[in-house]
């Protein structure tokens, strides 16, 4: 809606105002509610298979695991503390063997 203010009367300009700002903030509400709507749908859910993730424990860590196809998937950060470095390569495969199978193969 094209509105000048030059001919306005100063209710209709306050009314303009104040309707805009009340469209702005319920476009910011449904925006926030759509954005927690799709953070429900998503979260601790399977990115593979959709079904639920679960909190497994694995040493000191917790990791997340499809209680459907029992993949693991990881947080920022929690591949390389429980891996280590990608150059440690006998670590990672004893780590992932044991998170895998679990049991360690060297032990
Ligand atoms: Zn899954």
Redesign the pocket.
Known sequence: MDFSFANARPEKAYFYKVNQELIKALHEKELQQLDHHIQELHYMK?P??G?DLRHTKFGEMVVDR?T??E?VFFDKDEFSQLFGEPDSHESFINTLHTLLVGDNPKT
Do not use: E, I, V
């Open positions: 399977c593979k298979c079904h499809c459907s196809c993949g």
